[in-house]
């Protein structure tokens, strides 16, 4: 699957950034191309990015700049792990705000804090490398801003500023446009226009293939467990595991071999036999934790052929990092295959072992399985209007 396009539209308020995303969007669903929205530092699947929000937004809760800088940019790194999830797997993600309306408010606005390199550093460190593919700021004179937000009167933090400020956030776009060579789209004029406008600088971007820039980053046990197929197994995975419609399967050959080490190879609910080791199974379980397919799928495509190198890898995984979560994975192992939330919390409660939750950011609840279904439970009580309706 090719990586779709992170765009991003900046801009005080008022601008009418909000009409031109819809806009935009629309023209790329058209065009057959999936697409989420998003508000940024925010998100929709992400309770931590959703909660930090509602803090920073809610004028009962007063605080200084530097804490206002912190707590966006906290939010702001929990929002672009979902982008960056969403892009990688071909969703366009058209993105209400980024890190220069921090630079815009925070510090051109506010003017109270006056260190601008290290507002930077906070900023390059909350985004990493996750950099949009397109920025366009949106501008208009700041009488027409005023006018515009006066007229809606949300109460947000951010409401009912005056002239001055806007003045102050204005200009701090415009440089920032200037020192980062980010084009400006002046919008005191139709929506169609500026929505043709929009859609020439977006033309470009999407027939541009260039890859994601990769990072070295630290040794972690995380990144020991995401990689340590490369480092020390060589599965022979034969014809285990095959692709339909996108989705790893598991197919006939696949099956025979795991009938020899699971209770089950194709219900929800199953256990080991006394087949395999006790560390590979725990392996295969820490790895599944960051993948999306099942665990069988997990087993067979990454640890099929390993040998007793995995042991002496996790050993030192426990024995020197002290994972834990690895740890407690010894000994006898059961699956529940396609729990929901409220399933895993039941099943959890008691605390009579020691549990491993698939995590839920990498599970894709925009992806449809082999049935055609996403990811959602239908009530079976809904009567048949509702029912469709629901779906």
């Excluded at 058209?30 to 509602?54: K, M, N």
Aim: hydrophobic letters at 35%.
């Amino acid at each position: 699957m090719s990586r779709a396009k992170y765009i991003v539209f900046e801009g005080t308020e008022g601008t009418g950034k909000t009409t031109q995303i819809t806009l935009l969007s629309e023209r790329l669903k058209a065009a057959g191309l999936q697409v989420r929205i998003f508000r940024e530092p925010d998100s929709q699947t992400d309770l931590t990015a959703r909660t930090i929000r509602r803090l920073t937004q809610n004028p009962e809760y007063p605080m200084n700049t530097r804490t206002e800088v912190l707590l966006y940019n906290a939010a702001r790194s929990q929002s672009l792990e979902v982008i960056r999830q969403s892009i990688d797997n071909g969703i366009y993600c058209i993105c209400d705000r980024n890190y220069l309306t921090t630079l815009a408010i925070q510090y051109y606005g506010r003017s109270d804090v006056d260190d601008y390199d290290s507002l930077n550093s906070i900023i390059r460190f909350a985004v990493n490398d996750n950099e949009p593919d397109l920025t366009i700021i949106f501008d208009l004179p700041v009488q027409e801003l005023s006018k515009r937000l006066n007229d809606r009167k949300s109460g947000d933090r951010f409401d009912n500023l005056d002239v001055e400020f806007l003045e102050r956030v204005r200009a701090g776009y415009l440089w920032e446009a200037k020192k980062r060579n980010i084009p400006v789209i002046f919008t005191n004029k139709s929506i169609e226009e500026v929505s043709d406008e929009v859609w020439e600088k977006v033309k470009p971007v999407l027939s541009e293939r260039k890859a994601r820039l990769i990072q070295s980053m630290p040794t972690s046990i995380d990144k020991i467990l995401d990689q340590k197929s490369q480092i020390i197994y060589q599965p022979d995975t034969k014809n285990y595991v095959s692709e339909k419609d996108g989705l790893k399967v598991i197919t006939d050959e696949g099956r025979k071999y795991l009938e020899d080490i699971i209770t089950d190879t194709t219900g929800n609910v199953y256990a080991f036999k006394n087949k395999m080791d006790s560390v590979t199974i725990a392996a295969s379980m820490a790895r599944l934790s960051r993948r999306f397919d099942d665990l069988r799928i997990t087993l067979l495509d990454e640890f099929s052929g390993s040998t007793d190198a995995d042991e002496k890898l996790l050993r030192r995984v426990i024995s020197e990092f002290g994972d834990d979560s690895v740890q407690q994975l010894s000994g006898h192992h059961i699956v529940v295959e396609g729990a929901s939330n409220l399933l895993t919390k039941k099943i959890e409660w008691g605390r009579l072992a020691a549990y491993l939750e698939q995590s839920t950011r990498y599970i894709y609840y925009d992806r449809k399985d082999l049935d055609g279904k996403y990811n959602y439970y239908v009530p079976p009580e809904l009567k048949p209007k509702i029912k469709k309706n629901y779906i």
